[in-house]
């Protein structure tokens, strides 16, 4: 499916009130929501009159029908359980709204995860990487601005609108000095939150842009110096000297952040894909060979390929370079 930048822009604004609208409903299920187009701008309702003048739908209701109308109607579905996704064309649509549905289709899935996780009490993790044909993110010596496109950078500026919390590890920060804030679309900014174990990126001399008004998550026992503004979050560590991302992610709740945007570097991404602790990976390919460089994922070995790590993956095509939404496939 090709993300167009304009329908992504077009379905950005009812996009964000959906996320509020999802993340309101205290009930057992999410609301059904249709994204109605008027006067030529798309808004989003939740059940109500609108619906019989939708043209696309998303539920993650699996018995939800829309209303025959006189309009033709699109569903994406969402499955409660797995997140996996499909979408019903029960009409024809414009080509706009064609470009419009696949911009849902690929933010929608997010949004509904998010709201699950709130109304259960758990997190919900995406993790995204844009990455070299080689799986590589960044040179040795750290360099990696930017590795993908412009489409890229705004596909991860909505990421982090879209969750609570934006993690990334101390290197990242201490690398790139990122600001992690959201710039390139509307939206809210998300918590900053750096994981560093060992506080290393507190006892520098430097200050780094995320860490004032951010959140540093490290062990207990480390040496923090000084917070440069930060809050300091000390989680107690295994035996093995890393923290656990079920850790990390159970004291971001505790902070009421429960929906959290992973997005970088490689140990920090490797971390939480060993532990299985992400729901939705978007790994951006861009058309390049480092050769040499940091690389996406390091996990323990495996013997055969048997045991590799296997994914449900659907494909996005971002201004000609290739986005792969993974959805980690429970091993029996
Ligand atoms: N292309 C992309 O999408 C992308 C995105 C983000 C970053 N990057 C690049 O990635 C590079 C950095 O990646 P990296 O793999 O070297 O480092 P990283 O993941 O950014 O940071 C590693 C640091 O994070 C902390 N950390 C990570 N996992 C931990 C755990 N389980 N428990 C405790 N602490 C943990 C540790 O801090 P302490 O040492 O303090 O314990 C560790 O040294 C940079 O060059 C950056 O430009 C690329």
Sequence with gaps: MRIDRDAADAAWPALLAMKRLVRASDGSAAPNVAFVRESGAWTVVADGPAFDTATLYASERPDFAPPSGERASSVVRVDPLSGATSIDRSGVLGADDEAVLAAVRLYAPLVFGSGRAVRSGGSFVIAHVAQ??????????????????????????????????????????????????????DGDDPARVIL?????????????????GGVVVCREDAETGAAHGAEVLSVPSPATGLLTPRSVLDALRRQRLATVFVEGGGMTLS????????DVLHVHVAPIVLGSGVASFTLPEIACVQDARRFDVAHFDLDGEMLFECRPVCAE
């Design 271 to 278: 971390a939480f894909l060993e532990h299985g602790a992400i």
């Design 196 to 212: 560093s174990g060992s506080a290393s990126v507190l006892r520098g001399e430097a200050s780094y842009r995320a860490l004032d």
């Design 132 to 185: 070299s044909l080689d799986a590589r993110i960044a040179c040795v010596n750290g360099h990696s601005q930017w590795i993908s496109n412009d489409a890229n950078l705004r596909h991860a500026h909505r990421l982090r609108a879209l969750h609570d919390a934006v993690v990334v590890g101390g290197r990242t920060v201490e690398r790139d000095d990122p600001r992690l804030t959201v710039r390139l679309v």
